[in-house]
């Protein structure tokens, strides 16, 4: 077909497509083009930030909005962006990695902001719908978020799926401040790893976390420091309520894996979760409770619940058992436990302060002696329990 123009083509082809038909075809392709992408490489810009803030600026004005898609290469992000309804990152298909021994994976994000900000601003005082971000892997430092903390920005109807995360501040909110997130899904396979700060703390209602997926979260002493001097908790839900949870597996390296507080309207369920201290390392296995419970309505069913209480007198802790429940409604159903390193059978492996647990079907592993059974210990709540525990 070289040196045809295309009413040439229309002219020698048989049957022959008419001019008006022919515009129906080029209109199409150029709709084609701009949905469901368009390539982030193709807009100007004097480095990354700049081409995405352009990209950025071009798909929100669109009535269709055209999804941004990243190249396999690495990218480097310096300055923040601002979110709109309808906002789509998408990198490659399937799973992304970290960067290991210094190899280049693909879609790999640098992003370096600073100042304890976060790369992606939602709207503030408002509700944003409808975003996706996936396929791709992050990496920052110290400093750098990749969401901006902000109470009031409410994240719906968004999904995030296939990414990783690498020497981040935090992810989604911070010790300090809730990432509000409504009708929301986590998907596929995450890898969050090395932060600085607690990696998650959201709240909101109706949504559901690698349920089709998983996510490794772990984060060792050298970068999160824990107890009093820094956060305490790798994943935090607050005020969550009507969602439910996968088979995240949180390695809590002296730090605590799981706290939870306020699921308002109950049914905050986690179902084959995996929360545990650094099996291998005595050292970094948690210094406090696995799961902290202060409120709400929790399911805690098939997870693995193993390697805490090796050192819960550290100031920050102060967790009285492997699961601490201080009050709410709580299930705890078909748990697995292993006792921390040095840990003897007399630690509880619940220890209720308040509230109302009922426990059912608990699977001991490791070294026990004799027929000892795990211990719940009722110090001022409600239990209803089996006969796989002990309760005093």
């Given at each position: 077909?070289?040196?045809?123009?295309?009413t040439?083509?229309?002219?020698?082809s048989?049957?022959a497509?008419?001019?008006?038909n022919?515009?129906?075809i080029?209109?199409?392709?150029?709709?084609?083009?701009?949905?469901?992408?368009?390539m982030?490489?193709?807009?100007?810009?004097?480095?990354d930030?700049?081409?995405?803030?352009?990209?950025?600026s071009y798909?929100?004005?669109?009535?269709y909005?055209?999804?941004?898609?990243?190249?396999n290469?690495l990218y480097?992000?310096?300055?923040?962006?601002?979110?709109?309804?309808?906002?789509?990152?998408?990198?490659g298909?399937?799973?992304?990695?970290?960067?290991r021994s210094?190899?280049?994976?693909?879609?790999?994000?640098?992003?370096?902001?600073?100042?304890?900000?976060?790369?992606?601003?939602?709207?503030?005082?408002t509700?944003?719908?409808?975003?996706y971000?996936?396929?791709?892997?992050?990496?920052?430092?110290?400093t750098?978020?990749?969401?901006?903390p902000?109470?009031s920005?409410?994240?719906?109807t968004?999904?995030?799926?296939?990414?990783?995360?690498?020497?981040?501040q935090?992810?989604?909110?911070?010790?300090a401040t809730?990432c509000?997130?409504?009708?929301c899904?986590?998907?596929?396979?995450w890898?969050v790893?090395?932060?600085?700060?607690?990696?998650?703390h959201?709240g909101?209602?109706?949504?559901?976390?690698?349920?089709?997926?998983?996510?490794l979260?772990?984060?060792?002493?050298g970068?999160?420091?824990?107890?009093?001097?820094?956060a305490?908790?790798?994943?935090?839900?607050?005020?969550?309520?009507?969602?439910t949870v996968?088979?995240?597996y949180?390695?809590?390296?002296?730090?605590r894996?799981?706290?939870i507080?306020?699921?308002n309207?109950?049914?905050?369920?986690?179902?084959?979760t995996?929360?545990?201290?650094?099996?291998?390392?005595?050292?970094?296995?948690?210094y406090?409770?696995?799961?902290?419970?202060?409120?709400?309505?929790?399911?805690?069913?098939?997870?693995?619940?193993?390697?805490?209480?090796?050192s819960?007198?550290?100031?920050?802790?102060g967790?009285?058992g492997?699961?601490?429940?201080?009050?709410?409604?709580?299930?705890?159903?078909?748990?697995?436990?292993?006792k921390?390193?040095?840990?003897?059978?007399?630690?509880?492996?619940?220890?209720?302060?308040?509230g109302?647990?009922?426990?059912?079907?608990?699977m001991?592993m490791?070294?026990?002696s004799?027929?000892?059974?795990?211990?719940?210990?009722?110090?001022?709540g409600?239990?209803?329990?089996?006969?796989?525990v002990?309760?005093?």
């Amino acid at each position: 077909m070289a040196g045809y123009t295309p009413t040439a083509w229309v002219n020698n082809s048989t049957p022959a497509i008419s001019a008006a038909n022919l515009g129906k075809i080029e209109t199409g392709i150029q709709q084609a083009h701009m949905y469901p992408g368009v390539m982030l490489d193709s807009f100007t810009g004097a480095n990354d930030s700049a081409k995405l803030a352009a990209a950025m600026s071009y798909a929100a004005a669109q009535t269709y909005k055209p999804a941004i898609m990243f190249s396999n290469r690495l990218y480097s992000m310096t300055t923040q962006q601002a979110v709109f309804g309808g906002m789509r990152l998408v990198g490659g298909y399937g799973a992304v990695e970290q960067v290991r021994s210094g190899t280049p994976i693909p879609n790999q994000v640098n992003v370096t902001i600073g100042g304890g900000n976060g790369w992606l601003v939602w709207p503030t005082g408002t509700s944003t719908f409808g975003c996706y971000i996936s396929g791709l892997a992050f990496q920052g430092n110290s400093t750098t978020r990749f969401v901006h903390p902000d109470t009031s920005a409410v994240i719906w109807t968004s999904v995030f799926e296939n990414l990783s995360f690498n020497y981040f501040q935090s992810v989604f909110g911070s010790t300090a401040t809730n990432c509000a997130l409504d009708a929301c899904a986590f998907k596929g396979w995450w890898n969050v790893n090395n932060g600085y700060d607690q990696q998650f703390h959201m709240g909101g209602s109706d949504n559901t976390f690698w349920m089709d997926g998983g996510c490794l979260l772990d984060s060792p002493p050298g970068t999160i420091t824990g107890g009093t001097t820094g956060a305490n908790t790798l994943c935090f839900f607050a005020a969550m309520s009507k969602s439910t949870v996968g088979p995240m597996y949180i390695t809590g390296e002296r730090v605590r894996p799981l706290k939870i507080d306020y699921s308002n309207a109950g049914q905050l369920v986690f179902t084959g979760t995996r929360l545990e201290g650094m099996p291998a390392v005595p050292a970094s296995q948690a210094y406090g409770a696995i799961v902290r419970i202060n409120n709400g309505g929790v399911t805690l069913r098939d997870c693995w619940t193993s390697y805490g209480m090796t050192s819960p007198s550290t100031p920050g802790y102060g967790d009285g058992g492997m699961i601490h429940i201080a009050g709410g409604n709580v299930l705890i159903d078909s748990c697995w436990y292993q006792k921390g390193n040095g840990v003897a059978d007399s630690v509880p492996y619940i220890y209720v302060t308040g509230g109302t647990v009922r426990v059912r079907n608990i699977m001991k592993m490791g070294t026990w002696s004799g027929s000892n059974l795990p211990i719940v210990t009722n110090a001022g709540g409600t239990v209803d329990a089996d006969n796989s525990v002990t309760v005093n």
